[in-house]
Nanobody
């Protein structure tokens, strides 16, 4: 069983930055790829970014590429999402998720956090 807890969301002005964190608790020896997804009001959940267990592979949504960076610290069991140049359309609840293999579709992820809300004001 993997438990995920996101933090770092909040209210920020357009053009600002936020760093989201996702702390994971998992059985010793577990190796999971991690992903970030987001869901805006009235919209479907969409892929944001993903990273393999050893950080050798990373993936970004085309619409966000260049403004976000995913990273992880396995010693701390934490994955991060640095978001820069935020726009009002980035307003959403951001979720982290864990999967056996890095993927860009939510159906591949087995475990989910409860989300952290990001609001970008214009």
């Amino acid at each position: 069983q993997v438990q995920l807890v996101e933090s770092g969301g909040g209210l920020v002005q357009a053009g600002g930055s936020l760093r989201l964190s996702c702390a994971a608790s998992a059985p010793t020896g577990s190796m999971y790829a991690m992903g970030w997804f987001r869901q805006a009001p009235g919209k479907e959940r969409e892929f944001v970014s993903a990273i393999s267990y050893r950080s050798g592979a990373k993936s970004y949504a085309n619409s966000l590429r260049g403004r976000i960076t995913i990273s992880r610290d396995n010693a701390k069991n934490t994955v991060y999402l640095q978001m820069n140049s935020l726009k009002p359309e980035d307003t959403a609840v951001y979720y982290c998720a864990a999967a056996k293999i890095m993927a860009t579709t939510d159906m591949e992820y087995d475990y989910w956090g409860q989300g952290t809300r990001v609001t970008v004001s214009s």
